[in-house]
């Protein structure tokens, strides 16, 4: 018994992590997204080089280490770029773009991903974190508004930054987000490369997105010149997929400012005010969007109660929880629902 039990213990911490990862998915899901979980992970890098020396067709080699199901840490090959015009110009940390080769993630965590993104404070700052953490919140809101959404992970990050001949190891939270081609494959659909006018985009799925834009307060977005979203075809329609919400007023992250993308000057100065930036439609297809929001209520404070243990100022947390109890009170009455939406919407 107590070989069998030593054979057991040594392939237990011995085996390599990635033999673990037996079933790589579930469904069309990767392993990776469903578990939700904080991945752990490790990355050092030099801010400045990769800022500085890589742009949309230029990476540079890294090692990701990442802690497998034991607890131990595996190292993954792959090459990282940095992404955002805006963030790579104005923030310290700019969004990351990896890129994985298929033959270094089999048998991983990682595999079925080629590409992700990953989301890192933009300042050194407080509250840089919990910036992270309301971002998170909104993808995972968008969530329950709608099937066509990327899928997301909460990841604690080891960031080793490389200064010269010098290190400084900083705790960060990050948000790896799947890549637009695993999106089109887990809902059989696919992306569609080239601006589509915001009123030939399907009407129910155009209407979901301006309402959680307008949830989160977010005006950095554009349906029409596809900033800060994409577009898929899926079930023979056309459906925009946002992404990017760090300009919004639930994150009220620092640097956020009320964005004019398309030329639309609106009338507000504060990101956390709310403005309506969906076109007219049918009123009767407004108020059944209404009425999913109103009904998926409880599932949306679900998801941010669960998040609240994950910042690092409980003030974040009421302010953002509030936040969202604002929409909803405006939603719920008729004459704010009819004055801030209804009427607010677009004809052009």
């Known amino acids: 018994m107590k070989k069998i ?7 237990f911490y011995v085996i390599p992590g990635n033999l673990l990862y037996a079933q790589q998915t579930i469904g069309e899901t990767t392993i990776l997204f469903s578990n939700q979980e904080p991945l752990f992970i490790k990355l050092r890098m030099s801010v400045k080089d990769v800022k500085k020396n890589t742009n949309d067709s230029t990476f540079l080699e890294s090692i990701l280490y990442y802690k497998n199901e034991v607890g131990l840490y595996d190292s993954l090959k792959i090459d990282l770029r940095a992404r955002g015009n805006n963030r790579r110009d104005n923030c310290y940390y700019a969004p ?43 993808y995972q809101l968008y969530e329950i508004v709608t099937p066509v959404h990327y899928k997301t992970r909460l990841v604690n990050i080891e960031f080793i930054e490389e200064k010269g001949k010098r290190t400084i190891t900083k705790d960060l939270k990050g948000v790896l987000i799947e890549d637009i081609d695993n999106v089109a494959k887990r809902l059989h659909g696919n992306e569609i490369k080239r601006r589509i006018l915001p009123l030939q985009q399907d009407d129910l799925a155009s209407i979901r997105n301006s309402f959680f834009q307008y949830l989160i307060a977010n005006t950095d977005f554009s349906t029409t010149y596809l900033h800060n ?12 997929l946002p992404y990017d919400f ?16 398309q030329n639309v ?32 209520k409880s599932k ?7 998040l609240e243990k994950h910042f690092e100022d409980s003030n974040q947390f009421i302010i953002a929880k509030r936040f ?25």
Request: with cysteine.
């Open 5 to 11: 039990c030593l054979i057991l213990l040594l392939w």
């Open 96 to 138: 990351l773009k990896l890129k994985l080769s298929k033959s270094a993630t089999k048998g991983t965590l990682f595999e079925g991903n080629k590409k992700l993104k990953l989301v890192l404070p933009c300042l050194i700052e407080s509250h840089n974190n919990d910036y992270v953490i309301k971002e998170l919140m909104a």
């Open 229 to 240: 979203g994409k577009l898929l075809f899926v079930d023979k329609k056309i459906i925009p």
């Open 246 to 261: 760090d300009m919004s007023g639930l994150v009220d992250a620092s640097y956020s400012v009320v964005s004019n993308i």
């Open 265 to 296: 000057t609106l009338d507000i100065t504060d990101v956390k005010e709310r403005v309506y930036k969906g076109y007219k439609r049918d009123a009767l297809l407004f108020e059944q969007v209404r009425k999913e929001f109103i009904n998926n």
């Open 300 to 306: 949306m404070f679900e998801v941010i109660d669960h």
């Open 324 to 348: 969202v109890t604002e929409f909803f009170d405006i939603i719920e009455n008729d004459k704010s629902f009819k004055k801030k939406i209804l009427d607010k919407a677009r004809e052009d």
